[in-house]
């Protein structure tokens, strides 16, 4: 791939609008070039100063000239088409990627060139010496994940660069398309005949220590990259996510839980250019916070890099896989898990009673019941069978409680299901019908009289 700023010249109308500090010059018919101006983190959207509307024969013939630019430079190596479909075409010249759209594909003519404004080398990002290190380790699973425009593509060129001057590993890339700009001595893939697992079966035969995977996006690509780092290879794959937190839940459903560490083991996350959280992944075989011992299981702890503190527990809780919080929050002393697992139970108990109800989790081994205090004999089932028939069922103790008797913080939260309840039901101790309540409240005003 060529260098920063290296290409064949373009038609002196595009390379005056590809001022210094434009990543991205948007041309299409009908309409006033916009650019995208500015460093990572400052970019800014704005109309070419002086340019008029682009007609579609003018969008034509710059495409026309575009790709004789490739066919008249078949002595560079980094000038070719990368994509060539019915109503798209992307080409590469140079440092700068070219895509065409037309009908049908698109409503009209249109051409945006996309050009990396900078070049970092790892040692810029001044990250951390553990992080460093650790990264140095090319036998890893690692994401960089971030917004569109964050900076993932340029923090991937500078570990790739590092893995291969500094720590001495064979690097190679898989991208659709390729983006990055790398040394020479470092292969570019794209996709085998429009497959990127073609593409990583021939990686295997070139043996890199480490590979580069660009755009980690489909279904399909996390089970690449799945197979690629399972078979030894070290991997970096670039997603797009809102948080580190985020890229790993991408990974459930798409690789079995247990091999989850083994597929992904750090996780950065970048804002503006800069590295803004690490995430680390480790698998131990404890009760997830707030469960008692002998719930046991396989737990992922999400850990803060390099605090090593605990964020979130990732584990199997009957059949979904739940990712929660370690630290605890409202509602007394409950722990997530049981938070969490508290509308399950909830929701398996009111199908059980067939009548309205409130659950209070207590314990993992233990919870409580509120119901109108007419139905509290309804709930416990003659002999209190119809309790051990549900305990038996949940492996639960279960209590039948009034709703008088509910506790103020789930009153609260379920105050806007409460609407349904019909409070008639609820009834004084004696269960002495409302009216007859109130009739007697005031003889007892008049006799103090």
Not at 98 to 119: G, L, M, N, Q
Not at 294 to 307: A, N
Not at 401 to 412: I, N, Q, Y
Request: glycine content about 10%.
């Amino acid at each position: 791939m060529a260098t920063l700023g290296n290409h064949p010249e373009l038609p002196a109308n595009i390379e005056s609008m590809l001022e210094a500090d434009v990543s991205t010059l948007f041309l299409k018919a009908g309409c006033v070039p916009r650019t995208k101006r500015g460093m990572i983190g400052n970019i800014i959207l704005c109309d070419v100063d002086g340019e008029k509307d682009w007609t579609n024969i003018e969008m034509e013939q710059l495409q026309g000239d575009l790709e004789s630019l490739i066919e008249g430079n078949p002595e560079r190596h980094d000038c070719f088409r990368e994509i060539d479909r019915t109503g798209c075409l992307v080409l590469q010249i140079g440092d700068l990627r070219i895509t065409c759209a037309y009908p049908p594909f698109s409503d009209a003519r249109e051409i945006t060139i996309v050009r990396p404004v900078a070049k970092l080398s790892l040692s810029e990002y001044d990250l951390h010496s553990k992080l460093i290190g650790r990264l140095s380790d090319h036998h890893r699973g690692v994401f960089i994940c971030g917004r569109p425009g964050s900076g993932k593509t340029t923090l991937a060129q500078a570990v790739a660069e590092f893995l291969d001057e500094e720590v001495g590993a064979m690097v190679k890339t898989m991208e659709a398309p390729r983006d990055l700009q790398l040394v020479e001595r470092i292969t570019q893939y794209a996709p085998l005949e429009g497959d990127l697992e073609k593409t990583a079966e021939i990686i295997f035969l070139v043996r890199p220590d480490f590979v580069i995977f660009d755009e980690v996006r489909r279904a399909k690509d996390f089970e690449i990259f799945s197979d690629v780092r399972l078979a030894g290879v070290g991997l970096l794959g670039v997603t797009h996510a809102n948080s580190a937190l985020e890229a790993i839940q991408r990974l459930i459903g798409k690789v079995e839980l247990g091999l989850v560490p083994q597929v992904l083991d750090t996780v950065l996350h970048i804002e503006h250019g800069k590295v803004a959280q690490v995430l680390e992944l480790r698998m131990v075989v404890k009760p997830p916070s707030g469960m008692q011992e002998d719930l046991s299981r396989p737990v992922i702890e999400i850990v803060e890099f390099p605090s090593g503190k605990v964020s979130h527990e990732m584990f199997a809780f009957g059949s979904e896989i739940s990712v929660v919080p370690v630290a605890g929050g409202k509602g007394g002393s409950k722990s997530p898990v049981l938070k969490y697992a508290q509308e399950g139970v909830a929701q398996a108990i009111r199908d059980m009673l067939h009548m309205r109800c409130e659950i209070d989790l207590v314990s993992p081994s233990s919870a409580t019941i509120y119901v109108a205090e007419k139905m509290i004999g309804a709930a416990v089932g003659p002999g209190g069978s119809m309790v051990k028939d549900m305990e038996e069922e949940l492996g639960l103790q279960l209590q039948i409680k009034g709703m008088s008797e509910m506790p103020k913080w789930l009153a609260k939260k379920s105050k806007g299901s409460r609407g349904d309840w019909d409070f008639s039901d609820n009834r004084g101790q004696n269960d002495a019908p409302w009216e007859t309540q109130r009739r007697g409240k005031g003889k007892r005003k008049k006799g103090r009289r």
